[in-house]
């Protein structure tokens, strides 16, 4: 395998913890959470454009993974969970009770895949359907975490 092949699937497999025995999405989701604390210091428009510029590049590098491992939306890429999370958590303070409720909404989102994300996931058949089923269940599981913290009890 050339050296550009062996770049696109770590970064692909975010690190090689894609290949992780047991539920790679869940630990390439856990790597967002790193990542996502580090550009959350970042302004609102630097994070948005982290945001858009990650997207492109990830799709990218999901879509030539899938070409190296011989198979579609493989298991073992998982830069699509660690994106979404980082997207889940956007302006939402980085303690550990939200770093918590925060994953569980968007692994809930991105298993059970709602409407659209399953029509999504399903009809687009490239590295942008792969990133861009998780960054709809990341924009959900936001959406609900906001929804309940602003509730008046």
Same mark, same amino acid.
């Given at each position: ?27 390439? $989701?856990?790597?967002? *959470?790193? /990542?996502? %604390?580090?550009?959350? #210091? !970042?302004?609102? =428009? ?7 510029i ?7 590098i ?5 070409e ?18 980082v997207?889940?958590?956007f302006?939402?303070?980085? $303690?550990?009770?939200? *770093?918590? /409720?925060? %994953?569980?909404?968007? #692994? !809930?989102?991105? =298993?059970?895949k ?35 913290s602003?509730?008046?009890?």
């Amino acid at each position: 395998m050339s050296l550009g092949k062996k770049k696109i699937i770590f970064f692909a497999t975010g690190f090689y913890t894609g290949y992780a025995p047991i539920a790679p999405g869940t630990i390439g $989701t856990l790597l967002g *959470i790193p /990542i996502g %604390f580090l550009f959350s #210091r !970042f302004s609102i =428009i630097n994070q948005l454009l982290f945001f858009s510029i990650s997207f492109f590049i990830f799709s990218k590098i999901a879509g030539m993974a899938e070409e190296y491992l011989g198979k579609k939306d493989a298991g073992q890429i998982v830069c699509d969970e660690a994106v979404g999370f980082v997207i889940s958590m956007f302006l939402i303070p980085y $303690t550990i009770f939200n *770093i918590i /409720i925060v %994953f569980f909404l968007f #692994r !809930f989102f991105d =298993i059970l895949k709602p409407f659209p994300i399953r029509m999504i996931d399903q009809r687009l058949k490239n590295g942008y359907g792969v990133v861009l089923d998780d960054v709809l269940a990341g924009v959900y599981a936001n959406i609900v975490f906001h929804i309940f913290s602003n509730l008046k009890v």
